[in-house]
């Protein structure tokens, strides 16, 4: 018996000890280069979202509205970890919400600007400006009572099969990560960088945007940015990376 | 009741019940262990180029064919194919492509040519296959020829 134990010890010893569940950020996945523009703040092409960001942070979008530093403050103290925080449950419309759809309700709130794209400037610049404050900052996504439903619908998102390539999130992104995909290593997909510059895109752009493109490549219909499925999807990613370093704003290929 | 729906015989589009597609799909199947080359009617010149155009879903994203020396970066996804015609016959080759599901319902193999059991598809490939069937027939041609150099 006892050495039936050790013979299957010696079997399964090296397979545990080679299992790297770890939660790991794209920027683990990507080319030198790339990770030298993110690491740089002045090379960083993010920042300059950052910069229009500060703009919009203090000034008022119209005569009558409010500017965000008019009750905020100043934002590096005012949102330090508050984007790490973000999608949760919103107890006035009884619906999950994330950064982006805050600040578009605040902007409608405080500055009577309705109607506004989901990645329009303000609110993309915002964000990043916002995200910012969150760098460095461990995600930590505790999943409430309220928060569990639409973590479940995000999950089941995230792992349906869909489009004309028949494929789901985590057929690339958990059981064929580190593997190559034409030119790319397959990452973990987490979101703890955005929004990001994207050199493909050559411009910013957010986890919606994101998730648009990848669903285009698998020949899918695409939700539309800011849609609850995306927001459900977004928690689901945010408590996947739960463990993980807020790099916003990143740089990806 | 799951329809497969096939384009074949030129443009006639046919819906058979789910079953009698794999069936058919499986006679297909054993039909070439009877006479593994009797699937020929592909152009191979044809057939490589398809397989070298990203605009078509290309085999190159996932796997890798040594002869194509030109090629930066193929994938390392899929098996490689470099020999993959001294192990699969055409009929073998040509299941696989069209829907490699039937064979492995887990595989991440897209379906190259059937419309069966697909969710939220873009508006713009709707009742579109990936490959037509002149291309199906090429690229199986091609890969077919991928032999080792004795």
């Given at each position: 018996?006892?050495?039936?134990?050790?013979?299957?010890?010696?079997?399964?010893?090296?397979?545990?000890?080679?299992?790297?569940?770890?939660?790991?950020?794209?920027?683990?996945?990507?080319?030198?280069?790339?990770?030298?523009?993110?690491?740089?703040?002045?090379?960083?092409?993010g920042f300059f979202l950052v910069e229009v960001g500060e703009k919009y942070w203090n000034s008022?979008?119209?005569?009558?509205?409010?500017?965000c530093?008019?009750?905020?403050?100043?934002v590096?103290?005012?949102m330090?970890?508050?984007?790490?925080?973000?999608?949760?449950?919103?107890?006035?419309?009884?619906?999950?919400?994330?950064?982006?759809?805050?600040i578009?309700?605040?902007?409608?709130?405080?500055?009577?600007?309705?109607?506004?794209?989901?990645?329009?400037e303000p609110i993309l610049a915002l964000t990043a400006l916002i995200s910012l404050q969150?760098?460095?900052?461990?995600?930590?996504?505790?999943?409430?009572?309220?928060?569990?439903?639409?973590?479940?619908?995000?999950?089941?998102?995230?792992?349906?099969?869909?489009?004309?390539?028949?494929?789901?999130?985590?057929?690339?992104?958990?059981?064929?990560?580190?593997?190559?995909?034409?030119?790319?290593?397959?990452?973990?997909?987490?979101?703890?960088?955005?929004p990001?510059?994207?050199?493909?895109?050559?411009?910013p752009?957010?986890?919606?945007?994101?998730?648009?493109?990848?669903?285009?490549?698998?020949?899918?219909?695409?939700?539309?940015?800011?849609?609850?499925?995306?927001?459900?999807?977004?928690?689901?990613?945010?408590?996947?990376?739960?463990?993980?370093?807020?790099?916003s704003p990143?740089?990806?290929? | 009741?799951?329809?497969?729906?096939?384009?074949?015989?030129?443009?006639?589009?046919?819906?058979?019940?789910?079953?009698?597609?794999?069936?058919?799909?499986?006679?297909?199947?054993?039909?070439?262990?009877?006479?593994?080359?009797?699937?020929?009617?592909?152009?191979?010149?044809?057939?490589?180029?398809?397989?070298?155009?990203?605009?078509?879903?290309?085999?190159?994203?996932?796997?890798?064919?040594?002869?194509?020396?030109?090629?930066?970066?193929?994938?390392?996804?899929?098996?490689?194919?470099?020999?993959?015609?001294?192990?699969?016959?055409?009929?073998?080759?040509?299941?696989?492509?069209?829907?490699?599901?039937?064979?492995?319902?887990?595989?991440?193999?897209?379906?190259?040519?059937?419309?069966?059991?697909?969710?939220?598809?873009?508006?713009?490939?709707?009742?579109?296959?990936?490959?037509?069937?002149?291309?199906?027939?090429?690229?199986?041609?091609?890969?077919?020829?991928?032999?080792?150099?004795?």
């Open positions: 018996m006892k050495n039936i134990f050790i013979f299957v010890m010696f079997c399964v010893y090296p397979s545990l000890a080679c299992s790297d569940d770890s939660v790991k950020s794209g920027y683990q996945f990507m080319e030198l280069e790339t990770r030298l523009l993110q690491d740089d703040d002045f090379l960083n092409p008022k979008l119209n005569n009558d509205g409010q500017a530093a008019e009750c905020h403050g100043n590096t103290t005012s330090k970890g508050v984007s790490i925080e973000y999608p949760r449950y919103d107890t006035q419309s009884k619906n999950l919400i994330n950064l982006q759809g805050k578009i309700s605040e902007f409608t709130k405080y500055n009577n600007v309705s109607g506004l794209y989901y990645d329009s969150s760098r460095g900052m461990e995600i930590n996504t505790v999943l409430s009572e309220e928060l569990e439903p639409f973590w479940v619908s995000g999950k089941k998102l995230y792992e349906t099969r869909r489009g004309q390539l028949n494929l789901s999130c985590s057929d690339c992104h958990v059981d064929l990560v580190g593997q190559r995909l034409r030119g790319d290593l397959i990452s973990q997909g987490h979101i703890n960088a955005f990001i510059y994207r050199l493909l895109w050559g411009e752009g957010s986890t919606h945007r994101m998730f648009e493109w990848c669903m285009n490549a698998v020949r899918s219909e695409p939700y539309s940015r800011g849609s609850t499925e995306y927001v459900e999807l977004e928690l689901y990613l945010m408590h996947r990376g739960n463990g993980m370093i807020s790099e990143g740089v990806r290929r | 009741m799951q329809i497969l729906r096939m384009k074949c015989l030129g443009d006639i589009q046919i819906q058979i019940p789910y079953g009698v597609g794999l069936l058919t799909v499986f006679f297909i199947f054993f039909a070439g262990f009877l006479n593994a080359e009797n699937v020929n009617f592909g152009d191979s010149a044809r057939g490589e180029r398809i397989i070298k155009d990203m605009r078509k879903a290309s085999c190159l994203i996932c796997h890798k064919i040594s002869s194509f020396i030109n090629e930066k970066d193929m994938g390392e996804i899929g098996p490689d194919l470099s020999n993959i015609g001294d192990r699969l016959s055409k009929n073998d080759l040509m299941l696989r492509i069209m829907d490699a599901r039937l064979l492995n319902p887990d595989t991440i193999m897209p379906p190259y040519f059937s419309l069966s059991n697909l969710n939220a598809v873009g508006q713009e490939f709707v009742n579109k296959t990936i490959y037509t069937e002149q291309e199906l027939k090429d690229v199986t041609e091609f890969l077919s020829g991928l032999k080792e150099q004795k």
